[in-house]
């Protein structure tokens, strides 16, 4: 159904355009490829967080309408119709999922590691619904890798477009095991290396600008982060020439 959806002309389209686009612009605008590489090896958190401060305000007018020539927003809506009860999203970011929570979830916990994220999350109006509407709702200043939760705390763990932006992704996404119930859900929406070599390439040769400009590694391997982290995947979709990874995945209780 939803690569059905996806498969609507205006979304090819606008995926199309959105990856022409942006590799034009990234080559024309491209810093020394020598002083990026240098950027991106000593990358750290307190550099992403650092870089996420400083374009938290701007952040969600910038990439709104990437999302939606993308169909980024259909998939957020999809992805989240299988949350249900207790729900942690990680990497929660400015929030750009919570006009999408079902009815289902009646307790929210949002963690970010960058302050200044959280601070606009908190100023969204969706926010203030679900303060309103939810038993209870949360929000933390947290990193991912060290989740201070007691084990299986919660029925959903929630991620999109984290594991890029993280110092130990595989580590993140075991201590989302660890806080997902055994018979919860893991759901994940990612980018990262491509189905095809020529852009997966394309990907490695711009990560440090990329890197520079938005705390984040576009071209990490998310399938084996995934598969290291010993996740049970259930099901798994990739979309915009396999760079986008839609996976619900399930905690193996092997950690």
């Known amino acids: 159904m939803l690569k059905a959806a996806l498969k609507r002309p205006s979304f090819l389209f606008g995926g199309a355009v959105v990856y022409i686009g942006a590799s034009t612009v990234t080559y024309l605008t491209l810093y020394k490829p020598k002083t990026a590489d240098d950027f991106l090896l000593q990358l750290d958190n307190a550099k992403r967080r650092h870089i996420f401060n400083e374009n938290a305000v701007k952040y969600d007018k910038a990439i709104d309408l990437d999302e939606k020539l993308m169909g980024i927003s259909l998939m957020r809506r999809y992805l989240l119709r299988s949350c249900s009860e207790n729900v942690l999203e990680v990497a929660a970011g400015t929030g750009r999922n919570l006009g999408y929570y079902p009815r289902s979830v009646k307790q929210l916990t949002l963690i970010d590691f960058s302050d200044g994220m959280v ?106 982060l995934v598969r290291d982290a010993e996740l049970e995947i259930e099901d798994i979709k990739r979309f915009h020439f396999g760079t986008t990874y839609y996976i619900v995945a399930r905690p193996t209780r092997m950690i």
């Open 119 to 224: 601070e606009q999350l908190k100023k969204k109006y969706e926010f203030e619904q679900i303060v309103s509407t939810m038993d209870q709702c949360d929000c933390h200043v947290m990193r991912a890798e060290e989740l201070q939760f007691p084990d299986q705390s919660f029925d959903t763990v929630i991620d999109t477009f984290g594991l890029c932006s993280m110092d130990d992704a595989k580590s993140a996404l075991r201590e989302m095991q660890r806080v997902c119930r055994k018979d919860g859900k893991i759901l994940l929406l990612e980018h990262g290396q491509s189905h095809y070599k020529w852009l997966s390439s394309l990907l490695d040769k711009f990560a440090g600008v990329h890197a520079k400009a938005w705390g984040c590694q576009w071209n990490r391997d998310i399938l084996a």
